[in-house]
């Protein structure tokens, strides 16, 4: 974007595919870190002299409008941090999307309605994304690609549309860039990796990958289960993916091949419930060793002792990576383990990086000063796959 911003945009209208893909509760914002994450970009053109066009999309609708996944309440939030009025344009490619950028003056913003509205944004079909890349393309001169979280999904707006117009990259995807490459390049060591979440099948890449980079894999969350499960452990009602058991037991296996720690929750809170997220009303867990949860009961969070456990794993890392909450951490009763991460993190003298949508919403969820991370990533999957080595489609199309 320096290139751009030296050759001077005054006048231009400069279409910025940007990732709004923020928590909603009905229409109220539950975390702007992706919206203020893109401001610098945002301003510089503004204030450059570009018409800014800014798109992006919106939770997973099917290709058609859905009022449940409009831009619309991001659009007032990013007028609200940019302290000047922005346009909304209630479509896309339409009539309301030309007159809106029409309308707009040097320095004006306008954000567009959520691209996935149009089943050509996510289409597989390479025609079908080509035609709706064109008719994005008329809406501007320039492009700028700084929708980090998006960068790994073959779309449109992110793959397609920025072969047809000069393209750069935006403040956002340099600084992300700068961050994962001290995770894959010149890695301070020991090099400490803390995965959570739900599902071991999202993380299989990462963990393949990792195993030949990290010196200590740290497992908590809803996937810690089909960890314990590998090692011989029962797991009562936890979410358990046993098909992926065998993926596992190759990875630990590896892992010791190469000096590589596992370390896995050694106790955690069970309860025969699953805690109502909306009342919180108290859940009254019960702490139990983690080869010892009852056949009822479900894992719901790491145990104290594997708080303290995971806490001095970390103390000693120079570099850590943490991806994915350590439990139900929505519930207060569940927080405390994705708590004691966090602290960790923000206690230890290493360069610390969250990725991930759900594990920077949850350390500002749950209060923590995120400028006491290293950085916070704007990306789940894209830095995931990033840290995977695999070429990202919005990377891609950037560079070419
Ligand atoms: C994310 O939330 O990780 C990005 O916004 C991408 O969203 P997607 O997984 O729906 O493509």
Redesign the pocket.
Known sequence: IDTLLTQGVDGKRVFVRA?L?VPLDGTAITDDG?IRAVLPTIKALAEAGAKVVVA?????PKGAPDPAFSLRPAAARLSELLGAPVAFAGDTIGSEAHDAVGGLRAGQVAVLENL?FNAGE?AKDDAERAEFAARLAALADVYVGD?F??V??K?ASVFDLPKLLPAYAGHLIATELGVLRKLTDDVRRPYAVVLGGAKVSDKLGVIDHLLEKADRILIGGGMAYTFLKAKGHEVGRSLLQEDQVPAVLEYLARAEKRGVEFVLPVDVLVSGEFPDLKTKAPAHPATVDADAIPADQEGLDIGPKTCELYAAKLADAATVFWNGPMGVFEHPDYAKGTQAVAQALIDSPAFTVVG??DSAAAVRTLGFDENAFGHIS?????SLEYLEGKTLPGLAALED
Do not use: Q
């Open positions: 990732d893909n992706r992006s999309h919106l939770g997973r996935r996510t929708g979280g998006a790994h999904r779309h991930g949508g704007t990306g789940g999957g894209a």
